[in-house]
């Protein structure tokens, strides 16, 4: 049975930072893709950032680049979301998920991703 289980949410103030982790067992770590999304109340689910099986291919959205880092340990079967300078904006519910690749490509669609963790709240004030 695949178990995603994100920590490391909270509440912290705008300019602060908070580091996401997201233990993964029940698969075989280093095949999988990684990705972290989030979902804003009332808004659709949308990408982040994602990492390949080796950790050698990363990609991000636009309005995180320069603040957001992810990372991995595969020694760990972890999964790392580093954010720093953080805005309002960024308050949702952050999941991370998982994707079968054989490659080290990385893919940015909710669809593309076969197991998801049950999410951790991450709130951003003023």
């Known amino acids: 049975q695949v178990q995603l289980v994100e920590s490391g949410g909270g509440l912290v103030q705008g300019g602060g930072s908070l580091r996401l982790s997201c233990a993964a067992s029940?698969?075989?770590?280093?095949?999988?893709?990684m990705a972290w999304f989030r979902q804003a109340p009332g808004k659709e689910r949308e990408f982040v950032a994602a990492?390949?099986?080796?950790?050698?291919?990363?990609t991000d959205t636009d309005s995180v680049k320069g603040r957001f880092t992810i990372s991995r340990d595969n020694a760990k079967n972890t999964v790392y979301l580093q954010m720093n300078s953080l805005k309002p904006e960024d308050t949702a519910v952050y999941y991370c998920?998982?994707?079968?690749?054989?490659?080290?490509?990385?893919?940015?669609?909710?669809?593309?991703?076969?197991?998801w963790g049950q999410g951790t709240q991450v709130t951003v004030s003023p």
């Open positions: 998920a998982a994707d079968h690749r054989l490659s080290e490509v990385v893919r940015t669609l909710p669809s593309e991703y076969e197991y």
């Open positions: 029940g698969l075989t770590f280093s095949y999988y893709a």
């Open positions: 990492i390949s099986r080796s950790g050698g291919s990363t």
